[in-house]
């Protein structure tokens, strides 16, 4: 089934071409392109993560906390006010506004809640009900030390969410107020994504892809620019890559691997 999620690539394309055809005399009516896109500063982002955290960030158990640095330096900064991208970003999320559809938002509601059950469990993943029970616990380590980095690169970057600045832009979700560079849900998605991968490799494209839909599903709902689920989906792949160095992880994969029983 086609859902507008998946078709926001396609349209990048026609948001530059409308950025690089604009004049001063005749600019897009759309806001949030000068101060109003500033970064938060820090007492705004403290106040905001208080309020709307998902989760009490703790010490990472498998990955090294020191490699933070590292990890932030591999994220560009996200798009200028007035650049030609976050000209781009914007237009993306008006023209997804009025495309999405009744559907679009019930799935992007339903992908809110950050977790196994609601990313790849049914109906809209491939994990059983049993699979989802016995994979639960191992992936709610993973999402806890993926936290860690995420909550400070968001602090860090405190880029504002777009309906906070966008004229005429409206949720069609449940609000949240922290920063929103990068996507918390493009990057847990496309991490859990990958290890999943790992478990049960057949599944390797339909996992993927349904990472894409959870991650573009942020934009289409009004809560995150394009370039912030890209940033995620970079920062998913980066953390993956640094999961695999711990030897712990390895040892509890495997041993997941091993019991693992696919659905017939």
Do not use: W
């Amino acid at each position: 089934m086609k859902t507008v999620s998946l078709r926001v690539l396609r349209l990048l394309p026609l948001a530059f071409l409308l950025s690089s055809c604009a004049t001063e005399q005749h600019p897009p009516a759309i806001v949030g392109l000068t101060e109003t896109n500033k970064p938060t500063t820090t007492q705004e982002t403290v106040e905001t993560s208080k309020s709307a955290m998902h989760v009490d960030v703790k010490t990472p158990r498998f990955l090294v906390a020191d490699h933070y640095d590292a990890i932030a330096k591999s994220l560009p900064a996200f798009p200028s006010a007035g650049s030609v991208e976050q000209r781009a970003d914007e237009l993306t999320l008006l023209s997804l506004q009025q495309m999405r559809t009744k559907a679009d938002c019930s799935r992007a509601a339903s992908e809110v809640k950050t977790n196994l059950a609601n990313f790849y469990g049914e109906p809209n993943g491939p994990l059983t009900a049993q699979q989802v029970k016995k994979l639960n616990p191992f992936f709610e380590e993973v999402r806890s030390d993926a936290d860690f980095f995420l909550h400070k690169l968001k602090n860090e970057r405190g880029r504002k969410r777009p309906f906070t600045y966008i004229n005429g832009l409206e949720p069609c979700v449940a609000r949240e107020l922290t920063p929103a560079y990068p996507s918390g849900h493009a990057t847990i998605s496309r991490l859990y994504a990958l290890i999943l991968s790992d478990l049960y490799p057949a599944d390797t494209k339909v996992l993927l892809k349904r990472s894409d839909v959870i991650a573009n599903d942020r934009v289409l709902a009004g809560m995150h620019h394009r370039s912030d689920v890209v940033a995620g989906q970079a920062l998913g792949e980066r953390l993956y890559k640094e999961f695999e160095k711990s030897p712990d992880f390895k040892k509890e994969l495997a041993e997941l691997e091993h019991s693992a029983q696919r659905k017939n």
